[in-house]
């Protein structure tokens, strides 16, 4: 294997993240990179706890000298977002990432760079490998499916770690600032039953692409385009003007991930072929005019196919999928009180998927406050009964509240000052940390979450800066000399 990472420092920070990116580690697909995560405790003499989740807790015990100081849980999770361009062939479940450097940034090819936590668990690991490292006794804790739901740390038995008061998530984007707080969440499926009818016509597949799209939580208040809901609008503008009959629907594959893409199997009659490519090309045009900056490279496309007999929904099901999703709530749905800019509760419908039978609708809800989450929670469960669907709500976690009086904050940011001269900048942010569980399950616990600059996290054009990774590093390695 070429090393590409190897003239980077820190060097045995980067060593690991190399490593990890050797090795497929989406959401339900970490056994291989545990089994690597617990090599690297077990060949540095830490113990290792594993549970049936496949959840992580590695014991570093204290560098010799410091064994009175309070134990600390530095925690970040193992899977990733398995996002690609439309052009890439990558096969997240078997290829290892391809790596690329162009100036400051570390990139993968055209997917997801995984540093959304991949770099956090490189620290740790780093950490373990390095004995010169003054530290007090870590419990690096490594949770999985982070991004689908939190199952792993909901799964996680925190009872061996009671006494410990004091931790700190290494699964921010943001260097020099901490995070103290977030949002909670659920994720909500509605699905409705569809009926298919045989048509005959010329196949015709609308191809919605070319969006930022971006994390829901980060980027839900930059008010880009969602592949899903464009492609609603755009079905219903052609509906209007062109007798189609839809075959097919799909897009995004993430709930937590804004869609770039989505794509419609339609049938048309034969002669309404120029007047689909004008109505389409007129549309283009108008969302472009309307677009934000992000997203002035949406394009969408349209390929034809033979004419042939195909299934397709039946009216009344074409009816209900077209004002399903021109009427589905999506986006900011209220900013917080505070005045600040910054959101209180918000929604992304992430994922189309259509079966014969049943039309899915998967959305991502978000907010600072359990019980708004809660409501609207319940109102997309009305929005699916009044269309005659159902729906199911899972994988909900609490806000993570600010606490206020925080002595970790007031150390991390006397460390900060003294390393940049300035103070940290102190945040609650619109996305969910798997700090939140911690909080709901160990109240006494102090928590910080920090990291170094990844950008576009959830996309194919993730990238992290290494200049902040060596920063945040240091910053690390003195807020643990500092702790011990």
Not at 257 to 272: H, K, V
Not at 387 to 394: D, F, Q
Request: aromatic share 6%.
């Amino acid at each position: 294997m070429k090393k590409i990472l190897s003239h980077l420092e820190p060097k045995t920070v980067f060593e690991q993240f190399e490593q990890i990116c050797q090795i497929p580690h989406g959401s339900y697909n970490t056994k291989a990179l545990a089994d690597y995560c617990e090599g690297v405790a077990l060949n540095n003499n830490c113990p290792c706890l594993r549970d049936g989740a496949g959840n992580l807790i590695i014991t570093i015990p204290a560098s010799p000298g410091h064994e009175a100081a309070e134990a600390i849980i530095l925690q970040g999770h193992l899977d990733m977002v398995c996002e690609k361009s439309s052009q890439s062939t990558h096969d997240f479940k078997n290829d290892p990432l391809s790596l690329q450097v162009n100036g400051d940034f570390i990139s993968a090819n055209q997917t997801t760079l995984g540093a959304d936590d991949g770099i956090g668990i490189a620290m740790c690991l780093a950490l373990m490998a390095d004995h010169s490292i003054v530290h007090p006794k870590l419990y690096c804790v490594f949770t999985t499916e982070e991004e689908v739901g939190m199952d792993g740390a909901y799964a996680l038995d925190l009872s061996s770690l009671s006494d410990v008061h004091q931790m700190i998530n290494l699964d921010s984007e943001d260097e020099g600032q901490v995070t103290v707080g977030c949002a909670g969440g659920a994720r909500v499926a509605c699905t409705f039953p569809l009926h298919r009818v045989k048509a005959k016509g010329l196949q015709a597949t609308i191809t919605v692409s070319g969006l930022a799209g971006g994390h829901s939580g980060d980027m839900i208040n930059k008010f880009g385009f969602n592949a899903n809901i464009l492609m609603g609008k755009i079905l219903a503008a052609i509906s209007k003007e062109i007798d189609i009959s839809i075959s097919h629907l799909s897009g995004g594959t993430k709930d937590n991930a804004i869609p770039q893409t989505a794509q419609a199997e339609l049938l048309i009659g034969p002669d309404e072929r120029e007047s689909l490519d004008l109505l389409v090309n007129k549309l283009q045009n108008t969302y472009k005019n309307i677009a934000a900056p992000m997203d002035q490279n949406l394009s969408f496309t349209i390929q034809y196919g033979k004419t042939k007999q195909v299934e397709v929904l039946g009216p009344d099901s074409e009816e209900l999928v077209i004002f399903a999703l021109g009427i589905a709530p999506n986006g900011v749905q209220a900013m917080n009180r505070s005045g600040k800019d910054v959101v209180d509760t918000s929604l992304n419908l992430g994922i189309v998927q259509m079966e014969r039978s049943a039309l899915v609708i998967i959305f991502n809800v978000r907010s600072t406050n359990n019980d708004s989450r809660d409501f609207l929670c319940e109102q997309l469960t009305a929005f699916s009964d009044f269309l005659g669907g159902s729906s199911k709500t899972t994988g909900q976690y609490p806000a993570w509240p600010k606490r206020n009086n925080s002595q970790l904050v007031r150390t991390l940011n006397t460390v900060y000052r003294k390393l940049f001269d300035h103070d940290l900048n102190i945040v609650t942010i619109h996305g969910g940390l798997e700090c939140s569980l911690f909080a709901a399950a160990l109240p006494d616990l102090d928590i910080v979450s920090i990291g170094p600059d990844n950008l576009d996290i959830h996309t194919p054009n993730e990238h992290m800066s290494i200049s902040s990774v060596n920063r945040t590093w240091q910053f690390l390695l003195e807020i643990l000399k500092t702790l011990a």
